[in-house]
T-cell receptor
Framework: DSGVTQTPKHLITATGQRVTLRCSPRSGDLSVYWYQQSLDQGLQFLIQ???????AKGNILERFSAQQFPDLHSELNLSSLELGDSALYFC?????????????FGPGTRLTVL | DQQVKQNSPSLSVQEGRISILNCDYT??????FLWYKKYPAEGPTFLIS?????DKNEDGRFTVFLNKSAKHLSLHIVPSQPGDSAVYFCAASAGKSGAGSYQLTFGKGTKLSVIP
């Protein structure tokens, strides 16, 4: 158990809908990262927050957004969902902003868009 | 453009023997490297890491070697056990150099099967 929690574990929805994925980092970790794992693309970095502020952005679509709240939990919002958004979404946390800080991953949320 | 490459999608090893998983990278700004292990339906689990100032790091049965000139790293597992059967991901970041952001760039993974 990494100490990172994600809810829900599974999510099934329809195209055009909007969903919110939630992540709670390990106790004491200030940084939260979101990754997407699809079958053909592997693990792709989406976005990072550090102590409430956006720190880095990767291959995140404009239809996707995230935020980190004062209690350090984070939410990833996915809107206008398309079939291709079906994937595993992982959250990771680390103590500091990055660099030599190891990232610890949650169990993931499996999103299925029908 | 894949900056971290794991060219072997799968590897089978007998129990008790050495498993060697390889990883190549192209971005010379990467300065911190990690190996993660992943079981189906679970998140990646951190195994071992190495900073670019070192060429070897050891933790129990796991050793990571870094060859900066060749932009190559490898993970050695000795002795291999059936419980090691999983997908292994190599990852890299360029955070310490300040030239990149702190996200991890992952390879596509190598599925290790340890045969009893």
């Amino acid at each position: 158990d990494s100490g990172v929690t994600q809810t829900p574990k599974h999510l099934i929805t329809a195209t055009g809908q909007r969903v919110t994925l939630r992540c709670s980092p390990r106790s004491g970790d200030l940084s939260v990262y979101w990754y997407q794992q699809s079958l053909d693309q592997g693990l792709q970095f989406l976005i990072q927050y550090y102590n409430g502020e956006e720190r880095a952005k990767g291959n995140i679509l404009e239809r996707f957004s995230a935020q980190q709240f004062p209690d350090l939990h984070s939410e990833l919002n996915l809107s206008s969902l398309e079939l291709g958004d079906s994937a595993l979404y992982f959250c990771a946390s680390s103590v500091g902003p990055g660099g030599v800080n190891t990232q610890y991953f949650g169990p993931g949320t499996r999103l299925t868009v029908l | 453009d894949q900056q971290v490459k794991q060219n072997s999608p799968s590897l089978s090893v007998q129990e008790g023997r050495i498993s060697i998983l390889n990883c190549d990278y192209t971005n010379s700004m990467f300065d911190y490297f990690l190996w993660y292990k992943k079981y189906p339906a679970e998140g990646p689990t951190f195994l071992i890491s190495i900073s670019s100032i070192k060429d070897k790091n050891e933790d129990g049965r796991f050793t990571v070697f870094l060859n900066k000139s060749a932009k190559h790293l490898s993970l050695h597992i000795v002795p291999s056990q059936p419980g090691d059967s999983a997908v292994y991901f190599c990852a890299a970041s360029a955070g310490k150099s300040g030239a990149g952001s702190y996200q991890l760039t992952f390879g596509k993974g190598t599925k290790l099967s340890v045969i009893p």
